[in-house]
């Protein structure tokens, strides 16, 4: 069993919650990006700590802005 998995078991955290979203290394990973850009942190700076070759792929696949994000983005104008 991968350590990931074992983690999860020890932790005792669903593999696939209630509403059939499933939790992965991949799933941590667009959580992580969507975080930073929640919190503000510019996109070459995501694109770099999540380690892709170029800040589309980051902003394209990996975050995910909610409407409240975007709520406070237009409020800072």
Known sequence: MPIFDRVLVRAKIARVDAEGRKLDIHALRHTFGSRLARRGVGLVQVQRLMGHSDPKLTAQVYTHLDVEA?????EAV
């Open 70 to 74: 975007l709520r406070k983005a237009v």
